[in-house]
Antibody
Framework: EVQLVESGGGLVRPGESLRLSCAAS????????MHWVRQVPGKGLVWVSR????????SYADSVKGRFTISRDNAKNTLHLQMNSLSAEDTAVYYC???????????WGQGTMVSVSS | DIHMTQSPSSLSASVGERVTITCRAS??????LTWYQQKPGKAPKLLIY???TLQTGVPSRFSGSGSGTDFTLTISRLQSEDFATYYC?????????FGPGAKVDIK
């Protein structure tokens, strides 16, 4: 079964860091662009970042640029999101997402909640 | 950034009704438009990509059309399992942006 499972979410204080991971199974991660999308509970979807299959190209939303780093370990079929200098505005459910091509997201993880509060 | 809008933001409909949701981009995005369905507490599900291509496994009552700046999602005969929120997303350029969503609930 094709599946993405996120981990690493939790409650942190403003200014702290968190590293999210996403374990892929049922497919070879290296063959796909991967993305992170976040959603404040009850609100809309916001694209955060993407990375090419070989890790050679990355892109970020302006709101996280310079603070977040997307990376991947294709040997371990795992995607990561390193989040630094977190603020309350980063509080959301973070989804790991597979890009089927044409930048359409066909496989989504269950999401991991990140809460930033003092 | 490309701004996406959707209308209506919410609608009430009955089972068997035809439902149409509109998505508009602030500039031309060719056919780089995707539709998702999201139910409460669940991750979004891909319905349609490239404006009109149905994702494998999605019922044929769902269809998409449009190009440039104006797009539509149509559900030909609403079923009980279709009550959800629908989002459009442009993939013409980063940052990829989503519409605010259109909630379809039971009349």
């Amino acid at each position: 079964e094709v599946q993405l499972v996120e981990s690493g979410g939790g409650l942190v204080r403003p200014g702290e860091s968190l590293r999210l991971s996403c374990a892929a199974s049922g497919f070879t991660l290296s063959g796909y662009w991967m993305h992170w999308v976040r959603q404040v509970p009850g609100k809309g979807l916001v694209w955060v970042s993407r990375i090419r299959g070989d890790g050679g190209t990355t892109s970020y939303a302006d709101s996280v640029k310079g603070r977040f780093t997307i990376s991947r370990d294709n040997a371990k079929n795992t995607l990561h999101l390193q989040m630094n200098s977190l603020s309350a505005e980063d509080t959301a459910v973070y989804y790991c997402v597979r890009d089927r091509g044409s930048d359409a997201f066909d496989i989504w993880g269950q999401g991991t909640m990140v809460s930033v509060s003092s | 950034d490309i701004h996406m809008t959707q209308s209506p933001s919410s609608l009430s409909a009955s089972v068997g009704e035809r439902v149409t949701i509109t998505c508009r981009a602030s500039q031309s995005i060719s056919r780089y438009l995707t539709w998702y369905q999201q139910k409460p507490g669940k991750a979004p599900k891909l319905l349609i990509y490239s404006a009109s291509t149905l994702q494998t496994g999605v019922p044929s009552r769902f269809s998409g059309s449009g190009s440039g700046t104006d797009f539509t999602l149509t559900i030909s005969r609403l079923q009980s399992e279709d009550f959800a929120t629908y989002y459009c997303q442009q993939s013409y350029s980063t940052p990829f942006t989503f519409g605010p969503g259109a909630k379809v609930d039971i009349k």
